[in-house]
């Protein structure tokens, strides 16, 4: 029988963890978001991490900038917060309007500051294994797989999808866990063969049920990172999950999979920085 890999189960356990360790901590854990226009998706994200910082006890600020700001302007209030010691996690909420460069954005967050985990520094920490802030997505998929007793040693892993978000890191992190990874990608020829290799598949390509039957072995674990809102308003992953559910070992379902341990996975990045800063 299939197994679901209940990301919202975790997540809330961890959460609970979280909570108690902020509760000891002698002073207030902040986490400061930016938000840059009236993006609705974005706005229901902030929301969401807003309602994860009461669960936990962080304190959070909404910094709402108007949509034409410049990138001068967004720069120096990232800078303003990178200074303020009662700010411990910083996160610019993406994507940015055009005209401003992400890159430029994120890098001038500071790195003990950035709990999304993606300012370059950080990024080289993970690549080398050392100790840091790590992408919240990635992070997440790694805890669901150990706590649901998936052994990724010597398994072979296949990552579909490239982002520096998702698809690179989390490559990186099924290595550090002695994995086998092959990375797919848009120009990846017969990636249906290439999936069906894979113990563990993860997939965070960003296309609505791309990967079906024909992708996945019997006894696979799925990891579905995509979440979409379909025209009849059901939301689906980047996995057919009914065409692939009674072939795999494991899958997790869209919603309640991935997407819960990424808000946890934030909480758990704001406690580490707010440590650091006492």
Do not use: W
Request: with cysteine.
């Amino acid at each position: 029988m299939t197994q679901l890999i209940d990301g919202k189960a975790l997540a809330s356990s961890l959460m609970a963890k979280l909570k108690n360790s902020v509760a000891q901590q002698q002073r207030q854990i902040t986490l400061a978001v930016v938000q840059v226009g009236d993006d609705p998706a974005s706005t229901v994200y902030i929301r969401n991490k807003h309602k994860a910082c009461e669960k936990v006890g962080i304190r959070s600020l909404h910094i709402h900038l108007e949509g034409d700001i410049t990138s001068g302007s967004l720069l120096d209030t990232v800078h303003t917060l990178n200074s303020r010691e009662d700010v411990d996690g910083i996160l610019v909420q993406l994507p940015l309007p055009s005209g401003i460069d992400e890159g430029e954005v994120i890098r001038a967050i500071d790195p003990a500051k950035d709990v999304d985990g993606f300012h370059p520094i950080n990024i080289g920490r993970m690549m080398l294994g050392e100790d840091c802030l790590l992408p919240c997505t990635p992070a997440g998929i790694i805890a669901l797989l150990k706590s649901n007793g998936v052994d990724i040693n010597g398994k072979e892993c296949v990552v579909v999808g490239r982002s520096n978000i998702v698809g690179k890191p989390v490559a990186q992190l099924l290595l550090q866990a002695h994995g086998t990874v092959t990375q797919c990608h848009s120009r990846t020829r017969n990636l249906a063969e290439v999936c069906r290799r894979a113990d563990i598949l993860v997939a965070a390509v960003g296309v609505p049920r791309l990967i079906n039957a024909d992708f996945v072995k019997p006894g696979a674990v799925v990891i579905d990172v995509g979440i979409h809102r379909m025209a009849d308003n059901t939301l689906c992953g980047d996995v057919d999950f009914d065409s692939v559910k009674d072939i795999v070992g494991a899958i997790t379902p869209v919603p309640g999979g991935v997407g819960p341990m990424t808000i946890a996975m934030l909480m758990q990045n704001c406690v580490r920085a707010g440590h650091c800063g006492n």
